[in-house]
């Protein structure tokens, strides 16, 4: 089945203690994406990989990291979390094209205490 | 600036009609997507359109007139499985994998 794997579906941390959430997909997708969602501001971008080993920021990179050493993964590292980064996580990929649809995990609830 | 407006919320009725506008203001447009998202669930697709007219799907149909900046998503013979939150995506022409989301509206089927 093709799907976007995401894990953990919760998570709750303290502050500064690193995590990682992890991304897979077996679409032999070449785009790949991690966006936060929270109440009133929608989808934001955080980090985005056009392939292997290309990554750039998205519209709220400050925080977080991520590599794509190979394509079918994209982790996305948290090195000291903070609260104001509680939030819904979902990591999505796609094909190369303006009209390529993405396709998404199933989501990571993430509460920094 | 990049701006994409739709209605916070909307109701309807079990088997009616219903339309969720979107207007969008970006400096470049390469097509609008209409997501489905249910609460707590991730988005999945529904439309795509890039050039001007009306796109059916099944019980969907979307919209798009880019001279006006202006789509919508239409859903007939409304179920009850339908409420969600309903999320529109412009796709920036200047970075071809840029997205830019809608804040998305959410619809309540009532009985």
């Known amino acids: 089945e093709a799907q976007v794997t995401q894990n953990p579906r919760y998570l709750i941390t303290v502050t500064g203690k690193k995590l990682t959430v992890t991304c897979s997909q077996n679409?032999?997708?070449?785009?790949m994406s991690w966006y936060r969602q929270d109440p009133g501001l929608g989808l934001r971008q955080i980090y985005y990989?056009?392939?292997?080993?290309?990554?750039d920021k998205g519209d709220v990179p400050e925080g977080y990291k991520v590599s794509r050493k190979e394509k079918r993964n994209f982790p996305l590292i948290l090195e000291s979390p903070s609260p104001n980064q509680t939030s819904l996580y979902f990591c999505a990929s796609s094909l190369i094209g303006a009209g390529e649809k993405l396709f998404f995990g199933s989501g990571t609830q993430l509460s920094v205490l | 600036g990049q701006n994409i407006d739709q209605p916070t919320e909307m109701t309807a009725t079990e088997g009616a009609i219903v339309q969720i506008n979107c207007t969008y203001q970006?400096?470049?447009?390469?097509?609008l997507f209409w997501y489905q998202q249910h609460a707590g669930e991730a988005p999945t697709f529904l439309s795509y359109?890039?050039l001007d007219g009306l796109e059916e799907k099944g019980r969907f149909s979307s919209f798009l007139s880019r001279s006006k900046g202006y789509s919508y998503l239409l859903l007939k013979e409304l179920q009850m499985k339908d409420s969600a939150s309903y999320l529109c995506a412009v796709r920036d022409a200047g970075n071809n994998r840029k997205l830019i989301w809608g804040l998305g509206t959410s619809l309540a089927v009532n009985p």
């Open positions: 679409m032999n997708h070449e785009y």
């Open positions: 359109n890039v």
């Open positions: 970006t400096s470049g447009f390469n097509g």
């Open positions: 990989s056009m392939n292997v080993e290309v990554t």
